[in-house]
């Protein structure tokens, strides 16, 4: 028997354009998926469904055409058994916001990181160029 104390409905905010949005996915709907179907099955779905997203978005990038429909509608099936590993699993957003902020920091030091690197390689070939330029009486 699967319990649920922490939500009663579960909200993803994403940013589109500057603004947010809400995808609600009710928790009694999930847990009702989960019993129905158990867990262990849920958990093979929620691959299945993950690969169904990694295929359209592989389309995407082998510039293959795809709607803008069919990429919403794997998304939508990947929220769902997110949520639904995240209840299988006993996790809530104070298990996972922790991680999601260390990794965004993480990759946002990165960038910042690799600019600089950029910034010294461009400076460095500025550098070597214009000594060529110098050595050959430009």
Excluded: C
Excluded at 75 to 101: C, F, H, M, N, S
């Amino acid at each position: 028997e699967l319990s649920v104390w922490f939500w009663r409905s579960i909200t993803t905010i994403v940013a589109t354009k500057g603004e947010k949005m809400s995808v609600r996915i009710g928790v009694e709907e999930i847990l009702e998926i989960i019993k129905h179907y158990g867990g262990q099955h849920q958990l093979y779905k929620a691959a299945e469904e993950l690969a169904e997203l990694q295929t359209v978005v592989l389309q995407d990038a082998n510039k293959e055409i795809i709607s803008k429909a069919s990429v919403a509608e794997e998304i939508a099936d990947v929220y769902i058994t997110v949520k639904q590993i995240e209840l299988i699993y006993g996790l809530d957003d104070r298990d996972i916001q922790p991680i999601i902020d260390y990794k965004l920091n993480r990759v946002d030091e990165r960038i910042h990181n690799e600019g600089e690197i950029r910034n010294l390689r461009n400076r460095a070939n500025w550098k070597g160029l214009s000594d060529n330029l110098e050595r050959e009486n430009w």
